[in-house]
């Protein structure tokens, strides 16, 4: 078995996304997904996907899980007539 998965199509599927969400993936800056061109063909290592995907987990975690230390927000909603 391959430690590559190849093309683009190939990609989307591992992952359960489309194409188009992939290729933006790979040019986004900062973290982008990490795949690389062998002779006009797209792969991606899957130790690298692995590592990737643990990455986005992280932070995903960090951002949605709220802190103890901040109180709840009060809301006030007002009826508009």
Known sequence: M???????????????????WCRYMARRGGDPLPVFKVGGIVR???????????RQRDRSMRVSTPTAAAPAEDVALRLIA
Not at 5 to 17: C, D, M, P, Q, Y
Not at 44 to 54: A, G, I, R, T
């Open 44 to 54: 991606l290592n899957h130790q690298d996907l692995e590592d990737w995907l643990s």
């Open 2 to 20: 391959s430690n590559f998965v190849e093309t683009w199509k190939g990609i989307a599927t591992a992952l359960g996304r489309s194409e188009r």
